[in-house]
Antibody, heavy 117, light 112 residues
Framework: EVQLVESGGGLVQPGGSLRLSCAASGFIVSSNYISWVRQAPGKGLEWVSVIYSGGSAYYADSVKGRFITSRDNSKNTLYFQMNSLRPEDTAVYYC???????????WGQGTLVTVSS | DIVMTQTPLSSPVTLGQPASISCRSSQSLVHSDGNTYLSWLQQRPGQPPRLLIYKISKRFSGVPDRFSGSGAGTDFTLKISRVEADDVGVYSCMQTTHFPPTFGGGTKVEIK
């Protein structure tokens, strides 16, 4: 069974850092495209980043230069390093697996990041 | 970026009655490979998104056949043939034809 489990969210002050994890099971992370999608409280979904099977990562303009996506193939886990956090980064962060048909077929349960002083 | 516009914002529906949600993109979603990468997601209260429909009209594994998708180019529709209590939530369209992926703002389906 395909599963994605995020962790690492919490309360952080503006300018601070946080590292999210996305542990995968039922499939091989390094053979798939995995995206991070966030949802601010009461708002819609916003794509944030993707890491491709080849290892290339891309980012939304709103987080470029501040967030970094990486993965540990031995642990079948993705990481999302979030630096220079701003209040507008407050959201539930989901990792999602992209299928070959372009759909986001599997989602984690999400982890809440709150940026506030 | 491609802008995805959904209507209505909210859809109060009587149990057993149909519901319809529209999604319009700012550009054609036909990919150079001939496919149209338009999906529909369901988000029940307090839950993560769940894939319902992909490539306009293909139902994902385990999705009841009362959910159907249609459309082409820039105009797409999600229909629920007979709304059940379990269908309450927010429905969002999503495109992955163009980079970056973008989402509609969501339509809230609630029971009258």
């Amino acid at each position: 069974e395909v599963q994605l489990v995020e962790s690492g969210g919490g309360l952080v002050q503006p300018g601070g850092s946080l590292r999210l994890s996305c542990a995968a099971s039922g499939f091989i992370v390094s053979s798939n495209y995995i995206s991070w999608v966030r949802q601010a409280p009461g708002k819609g979904l916003e794509w944030v980043s993707v890491i491709y099977s080849g290892g290339s990562a891309y980012y939304a303009d709103s987080v470029k230069g501040r967030f970094i996506t990486s993965r540990d193939n031995s642990k079948n886990t993705l990481y999302f390093q979030m630096n220079s956090l701003r209040p507008e980064d407050t959201a539930v962060y989901y990792c999602a697996r992209e299928g070959p048909d372009g759909s986001y077929s599997h989602w984690g349960q999400g982890t809440l990041v709150t940026v506030s002083s | 970026d491609i802008v995805m516009t959904q209507t209505p914002l909210s859809s109060p529906v009587t149990l057993g009655q149909p519901a319809s949600i529209s999604c319009r993109s700012s550009q054609s979603l036909v990919h150079s490979d001939g496919n149209t990468y338009l999906s529909w997601l369901q988000q029940r209260p307090g839950q993560p998104p769940r894939l319902l429909i992909y490539k306009i009209s293909k139902r994902f594994s385990g999705v009841p056949d009362r959910f159907s998708g249609s459309g082409a180019g820039t105009d797409f529709t999600l229909k629920i043939s007979r709304v059940e209590a379990d269908d309450v939530g927010v429905y969002s369209c999503m495109q992955t034809t163009h980079f970056p992926p973008t989402f509609g703002g969501g339509t809230k389906v609630e029971i009258k």
